[in-house]
């Protein structure tokens, strides 16, 4: 039993034996302990001065004394106001440390919760590259779902590819009219890139027959916006597609195949991958016959002009667009039919969608229309949503100069990692191939960290400079840290020290003592990660347990400590504090580069080792030979 069950179950027994009341569990209120104050956990006395008739003070000072003489963990207690401070006693501390080392996934839940997620992310469209905001799509979409495995859940990790539509119509009218049969290959341009360019060229074209027909026609600018030749040959492309016209099929799978393919790419250089990919060219025409249906049973309606509507005035909305005048459909037609096939596919108990704070009425609307469909698993659907990623001015515009390019932010910060590791020294020893693969990692890892560290709901400011920082609330300062660490254990391991576990007679300062309090919190943050599906919990939680463990590598002596006891001791925190921080930024994806730079260090201390040794057997041979020192080189 933890010590903050068994506290409120004694707070429960005293409160029966002093004042001969019934109190149920939930008005037990523990907290932790406020810094300036001894003690580690603290009752909030105030509710129960209606049963003792006396003043909080008071009520504090007998309910302590009936829970110290009752739980020997208890090493003493203080009573502020209406507060109740209670100090747990070291022998439990160190308990509770021999216990998480016998847990080799500390943090995570070993048993099988019964719950199940689907959650999506991405949700990338065919016609243009991955951009800023999707960086954060994806990360906070994969860290959400390692955190939900962390607790027993299961998960699959879904990506719903946007590829049909108007949008993507555009870039393939332009690629049409403007390529000359250029392709990725022939231009050494990634896909990506490649299709992005003609959705711009699109762009451009189309607001100078805007300006034409205006000019030359005078057509006011609404009239002009409907009318300019290339949006409606792109909207002919889009009735041909759905008609299934054999050339613009054709054109369409070769021109998403180019894109898809360098999304791969992005997604490999990210470290972010899928369970499984939906085609909204795949799900569309289900979500069509839906709405159709829905219209057949009345649910839904028609206007003059052909387009279906739901309305939703009555809960507080408007109408919503399901199917356009032409019959072709938006993107709530897409959904709703992506939400039938998951829901009929995989028995799931939450659907959750990782989507920009934008779109949070979108959601909400697909969510009120499948109900009105009749859909039981409606109120199942759930939105994750996060605020939008901003840069300094001036950094990093895209070649658009408008959206800022995921590839180029993230080769932006494997050149600031490469510039502040020679900077630092940091990889001297290193081959080039290497050092560029630690560069990679190091920034990857600094970069999924910045942006994971601010809660989702916020909108964030990123400076790629900042975030690889070897100081401060940065990624490579956390794994600095779990190195040093692995560095120490290492040495000790050579010297024959491993630990198993730490003597619970020892006494401990308040720094040691704060530190295994620190590494014991970890499955309640986990926990509450996953409840508010906030990996800010944990990135945060990492950094605050790596501060504490500098401070006390800082004060505290652990492999030159002369008692064997506290020694051992020391040792074993410092690897829990290892495996807690290991495990944490495991969940938001920094794990691989923690085993990167651990094979850095056993690489870096197997070759000081020999130069040592060189060293030696060189003075050796000179005294051996009467040499001076310096004769031999």
């Known amino acids: 039993m933890s010590i903050e069950s068994l506290l409120t179950t004694k707070v429960i027994e005293a409160v029966k034996q002093c004042y001969d009341a019934d109190v149920d569990k939930d008005k037990v209120q523990l907290q932790a302990t406020r810094k300036e104050f001894a003690g580690d956990l603290t009752v909030v006395v105030f509710p129960f001065t209606r049963f003792s008739k006396k003043s909080p003070k008071e009520t504090g000072k007998e309910l302590g004394g009936y829970l110290k003489q009752h739980i020997e963990e208890i090493k003493d207690y203080n009573v502020v ?117 003609y959705y711009v060229r699109f762009d451009k074209e189309y607001k100078a027959e805007i300006k034409a027909l205006m000019e030359k026609e005078g057509m006011e600018e609404e009239e002009a916006k409907k009318k ?33 393919k360098g999304f791969d790419e992005t997604y490999r250089l990210m470290g972010v991958g899928f369970d499984k990919v939906y085609f909204e060219s795949q799900t569309y025409k289900k979500g069509r016959d839906i709405v159709l249906k829905g219209l057949a049973d009345g649910v839904l309606y028609r206007k003059e002009t052909g387009s279906v509507w739901a309305d939703l005035t009555g809960d507080g909305l408007d109408h919503k667009l399901l199917l356009r005048d032409d019959g072709t459909s ?97 990889l001297d020893g290193y081959s080039e191939a290497e050092a560029e693969e630690v560069y990679r990692k190091v920034a990857l890892g600094a970069l999924k960290y910045f942006i994971l560290k601010v809660d989702p709901k916020k909108t964030m400011m990123f400076n790629p400079k900042e975030s690889i920082d070897f100081n401060g609330n940065t990624g490579p300062f956390i794994q600095y840290t779990y190195a040093r660490i692995q560095s120490v254990l290492r040495k000790a391991a050579d010297a024959g020290a491993s630990p198993l576990s730490a003597d619970t007679h020892i006494q401990l300062s308040e720094k040691e003592q704060n530190l295994i309090k620190l590494v014991a919190k970890l499955p309640d943050v986990v926990k509450e990660a996953g409840t508010t599906y906030s990996p800010a919990l944990l990135a945060n939680y990492a950094y605050d347990l790596a ?37 944490a930024m495991g969940m938001l994806g920094n794990l691989q580069y923690l085993q990167l730079k651990m094979v850095y260090l056993q690489q870096k201390q197997a070759y000081d080792s020999a130069v040592l040794s060189l060293k030696q057997a060189i003075n050796d041979y000179n005294w051996e030979m009467g040499y001076e020192s310096d004769q031999l080189s």
């Open 81 to 197: 106001k209406g507060f109740l401070n209670i100090e747990i006693s070291a022998a439990y501390w160190l308990g509770v440390l021999n216990e998480v080392a016998q847990d080799p996934k500390y943090g995570y839940v070993h048993e099988n919760s019964g719950h199940s997620y689907m959650i999506e992310y991405s949700s990338p469209n065919t016609n243009k590259p991955l951009h800023l905001g999707h960086i954060r799509n994806n990360l906070l979409g994969w860290s959400v779902s390692e955190i939900q495995k962390a607790n027993g859940h299961e998960v699959r990790m879904v990506n719903l590819v946007n590829d049909r539509g108007i949008h993507i119509c555009k870039s393939m009218i332009a690629w049409k009219k403007f390529a000359n049969g250029a392709t990725p290959e022939s231009t050494g341009t990634k896909g990506d890139h490649f299709v992005g360019d």
């Open 228 to 260: 300019a030749p290339i949006l409606l040959e792109a909207q002919e492309m889009l009735r041909k597609w759905e008609a299934g016209d054999e050339e613009t099929v054709s054109l369409w799978r070769t021109m998403n195949d180019w894109v898809l």
């Open 330 to 426: 938006v993107y709530m037609t897409q959904d709703i039919g992506t939400a039938y096939e998951r829901f009929n596919e995989f028995d799931m108990d939450e659907m959750i969608y990782v989507v920009g704070n934008e779109q949070n009425y979108h959601f909400q609307v697909l969510s009120l229309i499948c109900g009105k469909l009749g859909f039981p698993w409606a109120d199942k659907i759930k939105h994750l949503s996060y605020g939008m990623v901003e840069l300094p001015e001036g950094k990093m515009k895209s070649r658009e100069g408008t959206v800022v390019d995921a590839d180029d932010l993230m080769a932006e910060m494997i050149d600031t990692a490469r510039e502040t590791s020679q900077e630092l020294g940091k």
């Open 547 to 583: 501060k504490e463990f500098n401070q006390f590598y800082h004060d505290f002596s652990i492999l030159k400590e002369e008692n064997e006891a506290l020694r051992n001791f020391r040792l074993l925190l410092a690897k829990q504090c290892g495996e807690a921080i290991k495990n």
